[in-house]
């Protein structure tokens, strides 16, 4: 059996303020018979040091919301409410219970416990609208993050033969193209928002102890960050691939803007990249109407790997009536179907990927791969900003951070990984790449919906 992909996640405070959900009220009611200590395992409620024969305050950043205090406490002196803080964090995509978890998550590398259990509604828009199969999940001990059994999260990046071919001798006369193996569906791209020099490194350093990818733009990769070339995936433009010629070299994959001429020029290209370096050539593509055609045209001519490109909420760019990451992976992954080439040409996703659940997600929908962003820099305390233009803003006290903040990236795909398995177990599959575009493994909303309600509210 194949060892294990571990990863190893460490508590790991911000060491700056974050946010809290609820604060915790003791109200004068409280005799200080101290039952609220004994019945919370999180620790939030202590007596003060000073005087032990009160009680401190709340220690809220510790609470898990699982309310139980709040029902044992034999005056009823405890009460919550929401902060002001968190209701105004986020925005109508990144729930602010989004990032509190995103927060949590860098911070211990454990799968999030909710505690007071799932309140809101079971639909929504974008992967809100998709339930996975947990149709094994009534077996847990089979499987999961903890059983005997192997699951594996690995997945490759490349072009893939659609068979072999085979000589009279039965010597192998195909050539097996070159692939980038990955331990987990997940790399990191850092070229659509500001971020600074410090952040650029601790993800770097993240990308290497995972052994995953990061994207950077070419200009943006100075001899600091050199040092991680092995994991580091050069965003170039057709007009730059004579100015980095070095960048190219040392990379495993390399990333080249898409544009109109690629379609027609891409031989061209691909040989131009290839006389530098054996790198796997991923074309960057946004989202947007007819994607499928040209991800389809590509794949014929020759392409290895396509990344397309949503925005932050994961909608195609500038369109007035976009569709959502999934609903385009799903047109690319029937398109590529429908032309017999799916199997050979790896797509990896991005825009949107806000949970770990998303992952599997985008990946039911077609994707191979997926990209992660803004958690990333979430996990690093910058704070989402109301304005589309800087949809991101840095921590004031970024230093304070220093060598923890490649741990905290560690932590949250620590997480999502476990997550992960914790999904593939409860579907009971073995392997994320038979995930691909099974989407018999989720049931979408749209769907239900019109099978229930279509005839009734058919245009006539
Ligand atoms: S259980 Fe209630 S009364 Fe007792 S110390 Fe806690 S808050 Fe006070
Ligand atoms: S609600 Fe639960 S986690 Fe929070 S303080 Fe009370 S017992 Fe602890």
Redesign the pocket.
């Known amino acids: 059996m194949p060892k294990k992909y571990h990863i190893d996640v460490k508590p790991n405070p911000l060491g700056f303020d974050r946010v809290s959900k609820f604060r915790?009220v003791r109200e004068d009611v409280c005799i200080n018979c101290g039952k609220?200590i004994k019945?919370?395992?999180?620790e939030?409620?202590k007596k003060r040091e000073d005087d032990p024969r009160k009680m401190a305050d709340?220690i809220h950043l510790?609470?898990?919301?699982?309310?139980?205090?709040?029902q044992e406490c034999p005056r009823g002196a405890?009460v919550?409410c929401i902060t002001d803080e968190f209701k105004n964090l986020g925005d109508s995509y990144w729930k602010p219970e989004m990032i509190l978890s995103i927060w949590q998550q860098a911070e211990d590398g454990k799968v999030p416990v909710s505690?007071?259990g799932y309140r809101g509604p079971f639909t929504g828009p974008g992967f809100d609208s998709m339930w996975t199969d947990m149709s094994e999940i009534v077996r847990p001990t089979r499987d999961g993050i903890h059983g005997r059994e192997y699951i594996s999260t690995s997945v490759d990046i490349g072009r893939k033969l659609s068979h072999l071919v085979f000589d009279n001798e039965k010597k192998l006369q195909s050539q097996i193209p070159k692939t980038v193996d990955l331990p987990v569906p997940i790399i990191f791209d850092l070229t659509l928002y500001d971020t600074n020099e410090k952040s650029k490194i601790f993800i770097a350093k993240a990308a290497e102890k995972l052994n995953t990818l990061l994207i950077l733009k070419a200009d943006d990769i100075n001899e600091e960050l050199q040092k991680y070339a092995n994991n580091v995936m050069p965003l170039i433009s057709q007009s730059t691939i004579e100015e980095n010629p070095a960048l190219i070299k040392n990379s495993k994959v390399v990333e080249i803007e898409y544009s109109d001429e690629l379609k027609n020029n891409f031989q061209e290209i691909s040989s131009a990249i290839k006389k530098l370096s054996n790198a796997v050539l991923s074309i960057r593509i946004p989202a947007s109407p007819e994607v499928e055609n040209s991800v389809s045209e590509l794949s014929k001519a020759g392409a290895e790997c396509i990344h397309i490109v949503a925005d932050y909420y994961g909608m195609e760019r500038g369109e007035s009536n976009p569709r959502f990451i999934k609903d385009v992976l799903a047109a690319v992954h029937q398109k590529l179907i429908e032309n017999s080439i799916r199997d050979e040409i790896t797509i990896i996703a991005s825009g949107g990927i806000a949970m770990a659940e998303h992952v599997p997600k985008a990946i039911i929908s077609g994707a191979d791969v997926t990209a992660v962003d803004i958690p990333l820099l979430l996990a690093l305390g910058y704070k989402l900003n109301q304005n589309p233009e800087i949809p991101i803003i840095p921590p004031n006290s970024m230093p304070a951070l220093e060598e923890k903040g490649a741990q905290r990236i560690v932590n949250l795909i620590g997480a999502w990984h476990s997550q992960l398995l914790e999904v593939l177990g409860a579907m009971g599959m073995r392997e994320v790449r038979r995930l691909r575009g099974d989407i018999g493994r989720a049931i979408f909303f749209e769907n239900i919906d019109a099978e229930t309600f279509g005839e009734i509210f058919k245009k006539k």
């Open positions: 915790l609220c019945v919370c395992i999180y939030v409620h709340p510790e609470c898990r919301n699982c309310f139980r205090c709040i405890l919550k505690g007071a």
